[in-house]
């Protein structure tokens, strides 16, 4: 049996591998814990990470859609990239707000709590998850993937209005760490969280990479078995005309 | 186009009105969702009062729903939207003809649940020109919304399961800005920044989705 893996995706896989351990070693044994958070600090070394890399996947898919619903770049490869990137955000997402979770009920004393990016980041959950809702409707391949591809755009200009609408209602999340003149992030800390960024841009890219090739596969393999079942119905049916003359 | 808008919203709203379903059963359910609302929250500590803005949006929320469902079932049957595809009118203007209908029809239903929140609720209906242009801004949004995934589950076997999906999250910030907008103008929210903002939310809403519509729905109508 052959797998999706080529020696490419290998040595990605490896990478992101090798990244991963690195992470987890710097921000399990390496790095102090925090003054104020003390070893909950740790947590940052993956959650915006892998809260990035969701929202970069859903950026992906957006993309993806609009290059599938521009004439002249449409391809049916731009299709699949849009679905499996959003199968891949919505895994991130989920993770995201888990991981959040994990950090807000011994921080703020609550799992969940109505704060601006919670609530951005589950409606864009929901968002992409009904994306993918779609996408599963059976249909004819071209039809389902033009309205695929104008779901996936109509739930992408909604992003922004929710982040704003959301921003002003309530905002209790930190500011950004990394992106801003001084990062209050130095030294070891500092490494193993852009070592984090890494890993799991590696392990987005490695995880698409393979689910595209499968799903690649599958509609292949969709398009096989009607030509089968043509070509067996014709050979019925010069079987039946055999024997009738 | 506008034509073509105002050809398609009059069909709609002529099928309304000989059909009655708006009024005999998207109205009626309008009020039964705000008893039931008064049921859940115990009515009498005065938390309706204080709720009335988020609950009035909910029901509208709901109801935008059914008329959405209900504008797409009657093009499914005896293959009117082959008819509408082949009848040469703009899909812009078919667009905003559908869209125009679900608006005038949450219009409608607006105000039959803004009588029922005072009734029924104890609210004073305070600050009309923020009221007013909440819902105008709101309904807009909503209906545009709506038509565009309106259009994109129908023909859909699942669409009555699919529609609500795709739908609520999409409509979140209008529930959020229309609520927290009425809350300014009823005076049962925080005083925050006004209604300003939220109206200003508001219309981008309705501009982008109206805008998205008029492109779009062409290519729609040819997929479903």
Redesign the interface.
Known sequence: MKGTATTLTRVLGFCALVTLAGTVVLGLWTTPPDVVQGELVRLIYIHPAIATMGEVAFGVTALASLLY?WRRTRDRRWDLLAGVSAEVGVVFASLTLVTGSIWGRPTWGVWWTWDARLTTTA?LL??F??YL??RR?P?EAG?RA??SA??G???A??VP??H???N??RTLHQGSTLLRRKPLIHGVQLEAMLLGFVAFALIYAWLVVHRYRVEDLATRLEDRGFETALAERRAEADELLEVVS | MLRDALLVAGKDLRIERRSRVTTNQVAPFAVVVLVLFAFALDPDRGLLTRAAAGLFWVAVLFCAILAVQRSFSVESADGARDGLRLSGLDPAGIFLGKAGAVALQLVALEALLAAGVVLLYGTDLRGGVVLLATCAAATIGLAASGTVYGVLSAGLRVRETLLPLLLLPVAAPVLLSATRAWEVALGTGGAGDGAGPWLRLLVIFAVVYVAFGVVAFGALLEEA
Do not use: P
């Open positions: 619903l409606l929901a968002l998850l009904g809702a779609l409707v249909g039809s033009t309205r104008i779901g755009l109509v739930a200009v909604d209005i929710v704003y609408s959301v002003w209602w």
